[in-house]
């Protein structure tokens, strides 16, 4: 019985430390800086230092935010093109500088979303009073509002809800039917997504 608990551990920790994260890989991609050029490579991004690197042939550069409008990738963990774009925002206090933002969806509601890093303790259903911790990516996510203002969003399902009070008996009907989860990035993106495709 022991040894079945000391394999199902080990077999645990394997995945934490195995888990791929998109900002770990180089991306087919082009970025376009600010002075309107346009530069195609494989691209690799972070989001916690706001700073993407090109690679074209064997040459390298770095960008920060300051000097870049935007780049796009195709994500080969997700199966999708991810473009992020550099906006001005105050990450604190009140002074607003350049950081990534990935535009997740636009229109009536716009979402913008960043990455971050952060430990997570999780319980274990294999034996009885286990936990471990592992790294993992949280989306932050934000609105872009009409008058350019990028609000930071806090809250959780019957809050996005409440945004979308105008249809939210639709948007409730259109996740449930699919099996959808505001929890989960792009089940959200496709909620948003229906509920903006109501006032095209």
Same mark, same amino acid.
């Given at each position: ?31 376009? #800086? =600010?002075?309107? +050029? &346009? ?5 690799? $991004?972070?989001?916690? %230092?706001? @700073? *993407? ?63 971050? #890093? =952060?430990?997570? +303790? &999780? ?5 009885? $009073?286990?936990?471990? %911790?592992? @790294? *993992? ?64």
């Amino acid at each position: 019985m022991r040894i079945s608990f000391l394999i199902a551990s080990l077999l645990i920790g394997v995945g934490a430390s195995a888990q791929e994260f998109a900002f770990e890989f180089w991306h087919e991609g082009k970025v376009m #800086l =600010e002075d309107g +050029t &346009t530069l195609k490579g494989s691209v690799k $991004y972070d989001m916690q %230092t706001d @700073l *993407v690197q090109l690679k074209i042939d064997d040459r390298y550069e770095s960008f920060t935010a300051r000097k870049v409008l935007s780049f796009e990738i195709y994500d080969k963990t997700v199966k999708r093109y991810r473009n992020v774009y550099s906006l001005p925002y105050a990450i604190s206090g009140t002074y607003k500088a350049p950081v990534f933002f990935e535009l997740l969806e636009e229109g009536k509601i716009t979402l913008l979303c960043r990455e971050a #890093l =952060e430990y997570r +303790t &999780t319980s274990s259903s294999f034996y009885y $009073y286990s936990n471990f %911790t592992r @790294l *993992v990516v949280v989306y932050n996510y934000f609105t872009l509002e009409e008058n350019g203002d990028i609000v930071p969003f806090v809250g959780r399902k019957n809050d996005w809800l409440d945004k979308m009070n105008d249809r939210r008996e639709e948007v409730q009907n259109y996740a449930k039917d699919r099996k959808l989860d505001f929890d989960e990035k792009y089940d959200l993106v496709q909620i948003i997504t229906f509920y903006n495709s109501m006032f095209e």
